[in-house]
Structures are given as C-alpha cells and as structure tokens.
C-alpha cells in the first residue's frame, strides 16, 4: 500500500518516478481553473465597484464572489505549489548551489521565480482584500478595500499567467 509520505516524496529520488499522468493532470487542472478563477475575480471586482458607486452595504455578489474567489484563489495556489515543487524537482533538478544556472535558464527561471513570486503576491492581494472588506466597519469601506486590493491581484495575474502568446513560456489555452 503507498503511503501519504511516499506520495509526497513522489519524484524527490528516482526510486519514486512522478507519474507523467499525474503531472499532466495537474497541469491541465491548475490551466483550467484559473478560468474560473478569473470570471469570478472579475464579478467580484464588478460587484465591489457597483457597490462603491452606488454607496451600498457590503453585501450580495461582492461579498458572495469575494469569498469565491479566496477559496479558488487557495486551491488553484494548493495545486501550483504541487507542480512548483515538481517542476521543480524532475524538470529542472533544481538545488540551491544551481541557482545561478536556473536563474540563466529563461523557462526554468519564469516557473521558478518570476510566476511563482506574482501568484503568491496575487493570492497575498486577494487574502488582504477580503480580510479588509470584512473587518471594514462601513459598507463604502469594505466594498473599496475589495475592489482595489482584487484589481491588483487580477492585473498581477494577467501579467503572471503564461499564455499561448508568451512564446517559448507560453502553456495552451487550456
């Protein structure tokens, strides 16, 4: 029977290869949804300046999606930090003394750092957002603090996300 510790250690020796299956489900997985992701980040922030025009409570779809998108935004970061630490393991056979060599590799140094660093920094926008829509004692307040800390955190990952276009860095559409 495998056991929980030989699934994580899954790849870290070549005694437990990862399964190519199992990285590619992952993979399409995290690429799916982040689709959802999106859409409901983006009804979030929709909601939140509606709200902040209109001068209404902290309520409805801005709250409803701004807790939607926390919870998509916690495991789409569950499932990145699984491939981060594959990718990370058996495409790049990253170790702390090549970092200078990982650093010089344009593919390796995206996933590694550059899109790792901006998700996390998104995730950390979103958290803080929704942590201060909730603890914000008027609606005007809460609804700002939703619209503006989600706004960054949907620009960060616009920017983050490795589309088709992005050549060489680019993943499929799906």
Do not use: C
């Not at 290869?17 to 399409?28: A, C, K, R």
């Not at 982040?34 to 409805?60: D, E, P, Q, T």
């Not at 958290?127 to 914000?136: D, E, T, V």
């Amino acid at each position: 029977m495998v056991g929980f510790k030989t699934i994580l250690l899954n790849g870290a020796n070549e005694g437990l290869p990862i399964p190519e299956s199992m990285y590619t489900g992952l993979l399409h997985g995290h690429s799916g949804l982040r689709y959802l992701l999106l859409i409901a980040l983006i009804i979030a922030i929709v909601a939140a300046y509606r709200n902040v025009k209109s001068g209404g409570a902290y309520a409805g779809a801005a709250k409803l999606f701004g807790l939607i998108t926390m919870i998509l935004t916690d495991l789409q970061l569950l499932i990145g930090l699984v491939l981060w630490y594959v990718y990370m393991d058996t495409r790049t056979h990253f170790k702390i003394n090549q970092f200078k060599d990982v650093i010089s590799n344009n593919t390796a140094r995206y996933f590694l750092v550059e899109h790792f660093i901006m998700m996390l920094l998104a995730v950390l926008s979103i958290h803080l957002g929704y942590r201060m829509a909730k603890k914000s004692i008027t609606g005007a307040a809460a609804n700002k603090a939703q619209f503006r800390w989600y706004l960054i955190a949907l620009i960060l990952i616009l920017i983050a996300i490795p589309w088709p276009f992005y050549g060489n860095l680019g993943r499929g559409w799906f």
